[in-house]
């Protein structure tokens, strides 16, 4: 691509050199740099690329875009732009350089405190039920179809190998650092999607993502807000506080054509103050315009499953010739209600009828959300990213109406994120698990003893508040504490296991050792059964 077509409607200052000239790549990490790439110095907290553009050059950069003069070699022609904020440019110079690919797709953008992951898979997999190749970009990767045979890949894929997906046959899964990739990465995969034929992609899009302008440059088709959480994200290394993190939530909104918010939420007029555009609302009150009624929790008899089933009635001028929905879905809890009530509102947009909202919502298996890695006779045994009070309290809550003999929990929590998290876990826990483990999670760069002090104290509130001693151990090493609730597993029992859902491994102190949760257990359990 030449240097000129990357630059349209960006404004800059040519330094030096040529706007003529070709580069192939776009890149701000020096360490994946190719030779005639352009590369974006950016001034961060730790280091600044502008003081290594005279390496760059020498490694054979192509075209050097700079907030701030730079050092360069003698007689360099190497072309240099300079703009105002290197950081809020980089992502308009990738949507450029990958050919603006979301204009290509029917994007839906996905925000909230909680439900993001349930809904965007709720969500693509009745677009999928519908006809469409869909992709999606969130927590629990980058998912796509399968590279076409002769389809040449997008540049960089090969720097983060898939895996097939084995929740959706036919696509395959690129593993992600963050919820939402830089806007380098978005920008990649969604380009990668159009390539192999994806008509529609749906987006979760953190609030971090949204201060740090990694959705720039997308005008989503749909934007969702599915609820806020006061005390979780507020931090050092999240948001100073709750009024940034409501008006980073609200950015979604703000880059959205059609929005739909959660008319429940208690925050919803704080909320409302920093959205920009007219919005639709869903909830059960009588102001929603997707309004959800006589919500029925289910049981499968034959299955053992619970579901959940409920009406809506649709009063904006819609796709549905009755103006209202039956819908079931093979989770429970009212939190999933509210889920697939969002992907109702944006199927209801585009047209897709009532039986194939159900079909979808009929047979979801989320990895690493509701996953029962393991099912015997004697117990089973739950996997869920549920990672705060709130999450941990709805989860242990809609594991009861699978109707456990014992409900045992082993969970740790973050270090360096908010100690709320921590305290909230604990006295879910306690208040709603019949057996706590307690074990360690990502602890980063705390150490375990201090995470753990922190999970007592609120495991301490509960018990004050119950009037009674809560029933819990420590294990520290995660896998042992697998070991241990499956071990002394009673005839009925559900164990669950929070905090890492789909993820890979644990990290501390920097290192990240591979482990998976659903893999572990999965294993285990098989080791067990051979040894009857």
């Known amino acids: 691509m030449k240097i000129r077509t990357l630059l349209e409607n960006i404004p800059y200052t040519l330094v030096q050199g040529s706007v003529d000239r070709e580069i192939s790549g776009i890149c701000h990490d020096n360490r994946r740099l190719h030779p005639q790439d352009a590369f974006i110095c950016i001034s961060g907290a730790h280091f600044d690329t502008h003081s290594i553009a005279g390496e760059l050059v020498k490694a054979g950069v192509g075209m050097l875009v700079t907030e701030k003069p730079v050092q360069l070699p003698e007689n360099s022609d190497v072309t240099v732009i300079r703009v105002s904020d290197t950081r809020t440019v980089s992502p308009l110079l990738s949507a450029a350089f990958y050919g603006h690919p979301a204009r290509h797709l029917v994007t839906i953008g996905i925000t909230g405190s909680k439900g993001k992951t349930t809904t965007t898979h709720m969500m693509a997999d009745i677009l999928r039920c519908a006809g469409f190749l869909t992709g999606t970009i969130g927590t629990n990767g980058a998912i796509m179809p399968v590279t076409a045979e002769g389809v040449e890949p997008v540049y960089g894929e090969g720097e983060n190998r898939p895996v097939p997906c084995a929740e959706t046959p036919g696509y395959e899964c690129y ?31 953190s609030s971090q993502a949204m201060k740090q302008h990694r959705a720039d440059g997308i005008l989503f088709d749909y934007g969702i807000w599915t609820n806020i959480e ?25 880059i959205s054509r059609t929005c739909f918010v959660n008319a429940d939420d208690p925050h919803l007029e704080a909320f409302l103050k920093y959205v920009e555009k007219p919005v639709h609302f869903f909830g059960c009150m009588d102001k929603a315009d997707f309004k959800a009624c006589d919500l029925e929790a289910e049981f499968n008899e034959v299955t053992r499953e619970p579901g959940i089933a409920f009406r809506v009635e649709c009063s904006l001028p819609g796709k549905t010739e009755s103006g209202q929905y039956h819908i079931r879905v093979n989770l429970p809890g009212t939190f999933n209600m509210y889920n697939a009530l969002a992907a109702v509102c944006v199927s209801n947009c585009l047209g897709i009828p009532e039986a194939v909202i159900n079909q979808a919502l009929t047979h979801l298996r989320i990895r690493g959300r509701f996953d029962f890695a393991w099912s015997c006779d004697r117990f089973r045994v739950c996997v869920d990213f549920a990672h705060n009070g709130y999450s941990t309290r709805n989860h242990l809550q809609a594991l009861r109406e699978y109707r456990p003999k014992r409900l045992v929990c082993v969970f740790g929590a973050d270090g360096n994120r908010s100690v709320y998290r921590r305290l909230e876990m604990g006295e879910a826990s306690a208040r709603y698990a019949d057996l706590s483990i307690v074990t360690a999670g990502h602890n980063r760069y705390e150490t375990f003893e201090n995470i753990c002090c922190d999970i007592l104290r609120g495991i301490e509130t509960a018990e004050k508040d119950m009037g009674k001693e809560a029933d819990y ?24 296991i929070l905090g890492l859902g789909h993820e890979s491994y644990q990290e501390a102190n920097g290192i990240k050792t591979p482990h998976s949760d659903i893999e572990f257990v999965k294993a285990y359990c098989s080791e067990c059964e051979k040894k009857k």
């Open 175 to 205: 593993e992600l650092d963050n919820t939402t990739p830089d806007a380098m990465e978005i920008q990649r995969y969604l380009a990668m999607m159009v390539k192999r034929g994806c008509t529609h992609a749906v987006v979760e899009v």
């Open 230 to 254: 006061t005390g979780d994200h507020i931090g050092p290394n999240e948001h100073k506080d709750f009024e940034e993190y409501l008006a980073c939530k609200a950015g979604l909104l703000n």
């Open 473 to 496: 151990i420590v294990i520290p090493n995660r896998q042992k504490a697998i070991r241990f609730a499956i071990d002394h597993a009673q005839e009925g029992d559900i164990i669950t």
